[in-house]
């Protein structure tokens, strides 16, 4: 994966191309680089091993000029992040290629090429496609035409940006299952792989298709479909303004985007429910119709969205009678499905790029599913576009490769749908507990972010650790698998949760004094079962940490420290109890001095398989 900037202009673009990479960079920082025709028509190519900060230095004491240039941060999926593998590649010194995606064949295509003389630079795929591209561009054919003949020879999925010093006032753009967007100006054009890169320089956008290819100049933009046709694509305003992409008084990000989440979560409810009952207009035209056919859910996502998930089938089969299945994403269109009539299938994505997310979407359409809900945070992305029915999550710009806001997001967003599936269940009643619950949720997240002095206290504890267990039982249990997953992403302590129990059958072996034990302790009517699971740690010496919220009436005493958490409805105890979760990764990753924002080896949008 990575991040793609390119501009077609009549001034300068490089400080725009570093601008973009800057604000691309949570989607991939191991290498960068950046490719400008200069007012010559020359290529010139800089590239360095590191994060965007690392080129900007290697660009000074002055930036290249020249209006036509692709600039690229990466995540490495083929080949190790050294300079040479660094994007853009070039190809007979005149082509220059950024690329994000992965090219299925392109060992036998390099294997075709290197036996016709062409040497190879990289172990990436990106300069095999480079060499494609160069070769039709050498024997005659244009930049546009080059790029066209030679992606029938690629398969996989990919976007490209792809200028020539042959061609110094184009840039050829194409896409198939990757993300890449057009910025509109005067006079100008832009490509990104996300609008956040380009607001400083336009907020309308134009957002390809699937098999799109654009031939952008300074004055045009012409699209082609698969089938080669010019096609209009609507241009469209972003309501994103420059600093929604900003830390603000935040040291990080992530400090910013759980903060962020009782507004956030406002948002997600705003016109979505009015008299104690869930509009389903918010679900798009012909909800009402789909969801009244539905008699099962099939939860489909990858990472945090997974665990949104599992907590979405308590609630499911709890308040609805539904029954619910959740499943991994990248798993799902690798087995042989049974699919029962009436099996809506729900996708959650934040980027609504996750190719697994995307596959599996497709995958359902071959299966027979009833119809498809996406439950996404981006209006203009894929999954979006395919889906029957949409419920935007509204949670604004996440920029921390750490998911906060949009988990907690997407839960505000899978208890509408419950709410609603529940009153086309005969349960009007439960709909409006969980639409009561909701409403009442901002107010509930303010509250669990004033225990934060406790948790930064309580992270000093952990910050030596080299391992943690996560606890909870019942819709609690994937809290404490998100608790975990938080720790491990940005402190790169290894942690791991479970159901409490299922202690006795095995993870008690690794409780000892060394191992902290985090347990998330609602007042509820597991709380007894949890406390014995909970004695069973403190026999073994187990250090314990118990998020228990105030009904709980857990007391600390030696070996068991209660941090209180605020009560709220039963409905959204899993929501409220994963804030101090987030805030106390957060708080161990900053002791600790990770890079909270850029955990190591993540990325943000992952649109690879």
């Not at 591209?133 to 976007?159: K, N, P, Q, W």
């Not at 619910?324 to 609504?352: D, K, N």
């Amino acid at each position: 994966m990575c991040g793609i900037v390119g501009a077609c202009a009549q001034r300068d673009v490089a400080a725009v191309l570093l601008e973009g990479l800057r604000r691309l960079e949570y989607r991939g920082y191991d290498s960068a680089g950046m490719a400008v025709i200069d007012r010559d028509g020359s290529l010139s190519r800089t590239r360095v091993s590191g994060r965007v900060d690392d080129l900007a230095a290697a660009l000074e004491p002055e930036l290249p000029t020249g209006g036509t240039g692709v600039a690229h941060t990466r995540w490495a999926t083929h080949g190790v992040p050294n300079e040479l593998n660094a994007h853009p590649h070039t190809a007979a010194g005149e082509v220059a290629v950024v690329h994000n995606g992965i090219i299925e064949n392109h060992e036998r295509l390099r294997e075709r090429l290197t036996a016709t003389g062409y040497t190879f630079l990289s172990e990436t795929d990106t300069e095999v496609a480079a060499t494609l591209f160069a070769d039709r561009h050498r024997a005659g054919a244009s930049l546009l035409e080059a790029v066209r003949g030679s992606i029938a020879d690629l398969e996989g999925a990919y976007a490209f940006a792809v200028i020539s010093a042959r061609e110094p006032g184009r840039m050829v753009a194409c896409r198939r299952g990757s993300p890449l967007v057009i910025g509109v100006g005067i006079g100008e054009h832009f490509i990104a792989s996300d609008v956040a890169a380009l607001l400083p320089v336009t907020r309308q956008f134009i957002f390809l298709e699937d098999g799109d290819i654009a031939d952008i100049r300074r004055d045009a933009v012409t699209v082609y479909d698969t089938d080669g046709r010019a096609v209009e694509r609507p241009v469209r305003s972003s309501e994103l303004s420059p600093d929604a992409v900003e830390r603000g008084g935040y040291r990080h990000f992530m400090a910013k985007e759980i903060h962020e989440q009782p507004a956030a979560v406002a948002e997600t409810l705003e016109g979505r429910h009015a008299d104690g009952r869930v509009l389903e207009t918010a679900f798009g035209p012909g909800a009402a119709a789909l969801l009244d056919r539905v008699e099962r859910l099939q939860i489909v996502a990858c990472g945090t969205s997974y665990h949104a998930g599992i907590i979405a089938r308590y609630w499911a089969e709890a308040y609805a009678g539904l029954p619910c299945e959740v499943e991994v994403a990248s798993e799902f269109r690798y087995r042989a499905h049974a699919v029962a009539p009436g099996t809506l299938v729900v996708l959650i994505s934040q980027s609504g790029e996750t190719a697994d997310v995307l596959a599996a979407l497709r995958e359902s359409r071959r299966l027979g599913y009833a119809g498809a809900l996406a439950i996404c945070n981006v209006p203009e992305s894929s999954l979006v576009r395919e889906a029957d029915l949409t419920l935007l999550t509204r949670a604004g710009p996440e920029i921390g490769v750490a998911s906060t806001k949009a988990f907690t997001t997407q839960l505000t967003a899978l208890l509408l749908l419950v709410g609603a599936l529940a009153r086309r269940r005969g349960r009007p009643q439960a709909e409006g507990d969980l639409v009561r619950a909701a409403v009442g949720l901002p107010g509930d997240l303010e509250s669990a972010l004033a225990v934060e002095p406790q948790v930064a206290a309580l992270a000093e504890q952990l910050v030596d650790r080299a391992h943690a267990l996560f606890l909870g039982r019942g819709p609690h249990f994937p809290v404490a698998l998100e608790g975990s997953l938080k720790l491990k992403e940005i402190s790169y302590i290894h942690a791991e949760a479970y159901p409490a129990g299922e202690l006795k059958h095995g993870p008690l072996a690794l409780v000892d004094g060394e191992m902290p034990v985090v347990a998330v302790a609602p007042r509820d009517d597991l709380l007894d079962k949890l406390r014995s699971n909970l004695q069973e740690v403190r026999a073994r010496g187990g250090r314990l940490y118990v998020f228990a919220d105030d009904a709980a009436a857990l007391r600390s005493e030696a070996g068991f420290h209660v941090l209180p958490v605020p009560a709220g409805p039963e409905p959204t105890s899993p929501v409220i109890h994963t804030v101090p979760l987030q805030l106390l990764a957060y708080h161990v990753a900053v002791l600790r001095g990770t890079d909270v924002d850029k955990p190591r080896n993540l990325a943000k949008s992952v649109t690879v398989e």
